[in-house]
């Protein structure tokens, strides 16, 4: 008992508790350098931001129908498959966004990680959370005030399962975190978490925890670089008394 309560206050009064990777701008939060073959073709590397992407669609579409990896410099995107239609060339196809004409290939390829910044900042009315972009996405797709695309040519099957989970730590006396499949089905197909990331049972998933969560795993596949991050305690430990910066 005595070592479970010297955890419990340890979180509350040491920040120092976990450590979280630093946080960038939050209109650099989410935003990408892809650079797996541009450099070796002399071209800068691919600025791609999620914020500007996910007013549109959502990740769905890129992480399922699209085929886009949730791992940097993993996907194996080329010039030719781009301009055939696929990957960025579903949409960059001069209709629905810039196409791959000459004038336009250093809007992609500019080195630079903070591209767009002019329009992040037009968003200053959305509702506002604290880390991240600092933007409550859950607020502003339940509100309607953006209405992401689900799908571009597969819709996808019944997405209403809504069951709210309870995840309580063992050995900590410390408020459980709440997993809500509604705020998540908005953005995501179960196939994104089942079976490779969660199993479907709940309380199965080996190794769950902030440690594991914290090195890209589990929740931290998305709550450390795209959602908002983990330093956000109270979103999904609602009871805990105060946030840890
Ligand atoms: C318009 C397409 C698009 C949308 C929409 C999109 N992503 Fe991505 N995402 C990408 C691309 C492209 C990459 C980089 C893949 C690569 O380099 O192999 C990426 C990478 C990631 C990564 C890895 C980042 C890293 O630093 O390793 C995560 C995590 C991620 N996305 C989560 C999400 C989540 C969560 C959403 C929805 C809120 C989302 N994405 C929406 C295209 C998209
Ligand atoms: C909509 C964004 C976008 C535009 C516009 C674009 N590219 Fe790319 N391009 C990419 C992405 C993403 C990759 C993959 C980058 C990586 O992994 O390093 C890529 C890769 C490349 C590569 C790497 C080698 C290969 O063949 O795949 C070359 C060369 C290239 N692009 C040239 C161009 C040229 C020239 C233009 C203008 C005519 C252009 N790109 C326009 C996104 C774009
Ligand atoms: C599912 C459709 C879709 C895919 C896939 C997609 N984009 Fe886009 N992209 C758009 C749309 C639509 C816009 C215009 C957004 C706007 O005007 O706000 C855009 C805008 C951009 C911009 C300009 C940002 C700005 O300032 O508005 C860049 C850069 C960009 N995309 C890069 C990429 C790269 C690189 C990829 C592939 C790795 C990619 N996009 C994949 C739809 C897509
Ligand atoms: C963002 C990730 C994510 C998405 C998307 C997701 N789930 Fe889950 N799901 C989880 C997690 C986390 C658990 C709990 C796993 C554990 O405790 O080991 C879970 C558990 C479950 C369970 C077991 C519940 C219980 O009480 O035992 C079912 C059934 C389930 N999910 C179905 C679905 C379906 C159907 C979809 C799509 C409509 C979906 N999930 C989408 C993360 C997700
Ligand atoms: C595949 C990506 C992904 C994974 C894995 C994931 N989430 Fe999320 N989560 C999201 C996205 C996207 C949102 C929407 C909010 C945002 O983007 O900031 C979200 C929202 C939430 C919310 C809603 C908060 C609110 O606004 O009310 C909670 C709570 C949450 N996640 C907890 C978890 C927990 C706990 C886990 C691990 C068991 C987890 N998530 C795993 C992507 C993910
Ligand atoms: C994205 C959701 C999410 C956020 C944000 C989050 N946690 Fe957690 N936390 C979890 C989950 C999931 C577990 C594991 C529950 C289980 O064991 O089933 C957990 C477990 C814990 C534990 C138990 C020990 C351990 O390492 O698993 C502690 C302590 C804890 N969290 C503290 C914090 C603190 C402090 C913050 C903010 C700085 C925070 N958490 C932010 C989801 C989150």
């Not at 073709?41 to 600025?47: G, L, S």
């Not at 004409?101 to 080195?111: I, L, Q, R, S």
């Not at 969560?213 to 330093?231: D, I, S, V």
Request: charged share 25%; hydrophobic share 35%; proline share 7%.
């Amino acid at each position: 008992m005595f070592i479970v309560m010297s955890i419990f206050f340890s979180y509350q009064d040491t920040p120092a508790f976990f450590s979280f990777p630093p946080l960038p701008p939050s209109e650099q939060y989410g935003n990408l350098l892809i650079s797996r073959t541009s450099e070796k073709h002399n071209m800068k590397p691919v600025a791609f931001s999620h914020w500007s992407h996910r007013m549109h669609y959502t990740c769905r579409v890129c992480h399922l129908e699209l085929e886009f990896n949730m791992q940097l410099n993993t996907t194996e995107i080329t010039e030719e498959d781009n301009k055939s239609g696929k990957f960025c060339g579903v949409c960059h196809d001069g209709e629905i966004a810039f196409g791959h004409t000459k004038e336009n290939c250093d809007k992609c390829h500019n080195g630079d990680i903070s591209y767009g910044y002019e329009k992040f900042v037009k968003l200053k009315d959305f509702p506002k959370t604290r880390f991240g972009n600092r933007i409550d996405w859950t607020a502003a797709i339940q509100t309607g005030l953006i209405k992401p695309k689900t799908f571009i040519s597969t819709p996808p099957a019944d997405m209403s399962f809504d069951k709210e989970l309870e995840l309580k730590a063992e050995n900590f006396l410390i408020p459980p975190a709440v997993f809500p499949h509604s705020a998540h089905v908005k953005w995501l197909d179960c196939a994104n978490c089942h079976p490779d990331v969660f199993n479907i049972k709940k309380k199965t998933t080996k190794h769950f925890s902030m440690s594991f969560c914290l090195r890209g795993e589990f929740c931290g596949l998305c709550h450390l670089k795209t959602a908002f991050p983990l330093n956000d305690c109270k979103r999904c430990h609602p009871d805990m008394s105060e946030d840890i910066k």
